[in-house]
């Protein structure tokens, strides 16, 4: 016999990913549930997700979400990649963009070529090759032209910065109208039934909210995984020694850029993302390394303009869950684990896990093929993650602060060290579909850093080098004639979604 559906939902927090999960599940669940959001005034978010990576607009799209209008709501701009400022040296400066570098040449990545190329003298940076890295630099941006399939112009890929507390305040229209029921009060204890699944969860009002299934939204605390059911945290300190954050916004300067920048300092790192009406700015520091007061002191010294509120301090444990799923219990968001903000991925994990619960959305009774299902492929996507973010640390040549002679030193995971030695020896990079960040991505990023290919691909010597050069100048070429014909970002945005009583 078929067990029943688990037909009611509770969602315990708010904040970006309880509203998320709301959201998207009024969306696609349909009237047949009843969906309950629990959350607390008193209680506030961490709030830092401003930035994210190009996957969001296909979430705001299966929602039915006009980007304008999500953009004007939400104070928000354009992001075309990820500017790294001092990391390999001090004054090194390279850009993460989004998307492709250039097309391939025949079946082989570009890269090889342009690694060929450096081989006989020519310095040209990566970037000068990609759209997104060009554009961004010089602060203009367009949206994808389906006009131009055959153009670089038909081929950009975007994502957003934007206020996290006013998305989860537009999501939560999203859901109210949508049938949603939002409960105020604090959580103050959770009641489990015989077999260890939870039952309800008790307010401070007294009021008992039931239900089939629990989503822990709840923020780092895991007030539901971790409180309650004990899943256990893989504390990854160890690799990724920042553990603090101090966050503050300040006023707005010009030229409004479409990227995210991340500047190196002495025990961490700074984050800068350019808003319609300010500029969110964060310090990510490792407290063995580097006192909270000195940390503030470098963020207030480092902003472009003047402070807008006090700075707040954030503590943090870089790592993941052991389980995810438990029971009739998932976690997301910083429930489930926490990336500092480096490559912008917390929001994207909100946004997997939702869709890997709808895909193994569960009867009343849980099945426990689909909760190891569940928990390993959110593992692997967390680990990819956690390699990636690691590279930004380990490949450096610092040595001016004992933080960079310690993130240089440190051992690396098995995976990052074969990825590594697999690239210097010849240039490889293999993606196997399963994870997150491109070929792409790790290429601009392991180049960045300054980890330097022994070889390329040998077919690449098949091809004549003054042919490989005319290929190479014609791409960058092409680039330069799409980048000229693009608006300025903040003209971009002015025509298009700019939020009321933004300054033009």
């Not at 009774?365 to 190891?372: G, L, N, P, Q, V």
């Amino acid at each position: 016999m078929t067990a029943p559906l688990a037909r009611r939902i509770v969602i315990v927090g708010g904040g970006t990913a309880g509203w998320m999960a709301a959201a998207a599940f009024a969306k696609l669940l349909g009237p047949a549930y009843t969906i309950r959001l629990v959350e607390s005034d008193e209680i506030g978010t961490v709030g830092v997700g401003e930035a994210t990576i190009p996957y969001l607009g296909d979430f705001n799209a299966a929602l039915g979400i006009d980007e304008n209008d999500f953009l004007r709501a939400t104070q928000g701009t354009f992001k075309l990649g990820i500017e790294f400022v001092d990391w390999a040296r001090l004054g090194d400066r390279y850009t993460h963009g989004f998307g492709q570098i250039a097309p391939e040449i025949g079946a082989l990545s570009f890269h090889h070529y342009w690694l060929r190329l450096r081989r006989h003298g020519d310095l040209r940076p990566l970037g000068r090759f990609s759209l997104n890295v060009m554009a961004a630099s010089q602060a203009r941006f367009t949206r994808s032209r389906r006009d131009l399939p055959n153009s670089p112009l038909g081929h950009i890929a975007h994502a957003f910065h934007f206020d996290a507390g006013l998305y989860a305040r537009y999501l939560r229209r999203y859901a109210e109208q949508r049938g949603v029921q939002r409960v105020e009060g604090k959580v103050v204890e959770v009641r489990q039934q015989a077999d260890g699944d939870i039952a309800s969860v008790q307010l401070a009002s007294g009021e008992a909210v039931e239900g089939d299934f629990f989503l822990d939204c709840s923020g780092l605390r895991g007030l539901l995984i971790e409180r309650t059911l004990k899943a256990g945290y893989d504390d990854w300190r160890d690799w990724l020694p920042c553990d603090r954050a101090v966050a503050v916004p300040c006023a707005s300067v010009q030229p409004l850029l479409p990227l995210t920048r991340a500047t190196a300092r002495r025990a961490g790192w700074q984050w800068r993302i350019p808003l319609q009406h300010r500029i969110g700015n964060g310090h990510v520091f490792s407290s063995r390394f580097m006192s909270e007061d000195e940390a503030t002191a470098v963020l207030l010294g480092g902003l472009d303009g003047e402070p807008l509120a006090e700075p707040r301090c954030i503590p943090f444990v870089p790592g993941q869950r052991k389980r995810f799923w438990i029971g009739n219990c998932v976690a997301l968001g910083l429930a489930a684990g926490f990336f500092e903000p480096i490559e912008s991925t917390n929001i994207h994990l909100i946004q997997t896990a939702i869709m890997r619960i709808v895909a193994l959305f569960p009867r009343a009774r849980m099945e426990s093929a689909d909760i190891d299902e569940y928990n390993a492929q959110t593992a692997l996507e967390y680990e990819r993650i956690r390699d990636f973010v690691i590279l930004h640390y380990h490949a450096t040549e610092r040595d001016d602060a004992p933080f960079w002679t310690h993130c240089r030193e440190m051992a690396i995971p098995a995976t990052l060290a074969h990825r590594l030695a697999l690239f210097r020896a010849s240039g490889r990079l293999f993606h196997d579909g399963r994870e997150l960040f491109s070929a792409s991505s790790w290429l601009q990023v392991l180049i960045g850093q300054r980890v330097e290919p022994r070889g390329y691909h040998p077919l690449v010597d098949a091809m004549a080098l003054p042919q490989v050069e005319q290929i190479a100048n014609g791409i960058e070429e092409l680039i330069a004639r799409c980048v000229a014909s693009m608006p300025a970002h903040a003209d971009y945005i002015a025509a298009h979604c700019a939020a009321a009583g933004t300054p033009a």
